[in-house]
């Protein structure tokens, strides 16, 4: 399965932005993002499994996981965003185990670069 994730940027702190993650061959029922900042391990972000949304407890209520009608592309809303938000965002689906880690998901994107400038 071959995973885009797509609508990083360079934005200022406070902004907004929205991210894309598209599936080819099949829907997204089970998918997370993750972002990795350098020098950092892979942290998990939200993950949209079954229709439940899951999020980092120090994101959540500034992130928001979706998925749009075709089951085909995910989102991630990501609102308020500061310096510490600058990382490579990216999507993951789900494979099994904890959901929190990056090793139970089997397949990645190549990950879209956002940057806040304070």
């Known amino acids: 399965v071959q995973l885009q994730a797509s609508g990083g940027g360079l934005v200022q702190a406070g902004d907004s932005l929205k991210l894309s993650c598209t599936a080819s061959g099949r829907t997204l029922d089970y998918f997370a993002w993750f972002r990795q900042s350098p020098g950092k391990e892979r942290e998990f972000v939200a993950a949209w499994i079954g229709g439940g949304r899951n999020y980092a407890t120090s994101l959540k209520g500034r992130f928001a996981i979706s998925r749009d009608n075709s089951q085909t592309t995910g989102f991630l809303q990501m609102n308020t965003l500061n310096p510490e938000d600058t990382a490579i965002y990216f999507c993951?689906?789900?494979?099994?185990?904890?959901?929190?880690?990056?090793?139970?998901?089997?397949?990645w994107g190549q990950g879209t670069q956002v940057t806040v400038s304070s």
């Open positions: 993951a689906l789900y494979n099994t185990g904890n959901i929190y880690r990056s090793q139970s998901y089997s397949d």
